[in-house]
Nanobody, 127 residues
Framework: QVQLVESGGGLVQAGGSLRLTCAASGRLFSSISMAWFRQAPGKEREFVAAISKRAAYTNYSESVKGRFAISRDNAKNMVFLQMNSLKPEDSATYYC????????????????????WGQGTQVTVSS
């Protein structure tokens, strides 16, 4: 079992930055890939970024590539999302997710591959 708690969301002006943190409990953390998803009101939850279990691989959606960076600290059971050059369209609730497949080598952008979810943290970008 993995429990996830996100923090770091808030209100920021367009062009600003935020750093989201996901704190994980459980001994599986270093054995599984992690990801961030987001969901805006009235829209489906979408993939943002993922990182493999030892950070050898990262993957980003086209909409955030070059602006966001995912990282992890396995010693602290944490995963981070550094968000720069934020745009109003980045406004959403951001969710941390843990992969249910500890045998995966890389990452997956598919929402169905993630078995564990946090409760989300709200990010609002004003224009």
């Amino acid at each position: 079992q993995v429990q996830l708690v996100e923090s770091g969301g808030g209100l920021v002006q367009a062009g600003g930055s935020l750093r989201l943190t996901c704190a994980a409990s459980g001994r599986l953390f270093s054995s599984i890939s992690m990801a961030w998803f987001r969901q805006a009101p009235g829209k489906e939850r979408e993939f943002v970024a993922a990182i493999s279990k030892r950070a050898a691989y990262t993957n980003y959606s086209e909409s955030v590539k070059g602006r966001f960076a995912i990282s992890r600290d396995n010693a602290k059971n944490m995963v981070f999302l550094q968000m720069n050059s934020l745009k109003p369209e980045d406004s959403a609730t951001y969710y941390c997710a843990a992969d249910g497949n500890r045998f995966r080598i890389g990452t997956s952008p598919k929402i169905g591959e993630y078995d564990y979810w946090g409760q989300g943290t709200q990010v609002t970008v004003s224009s």
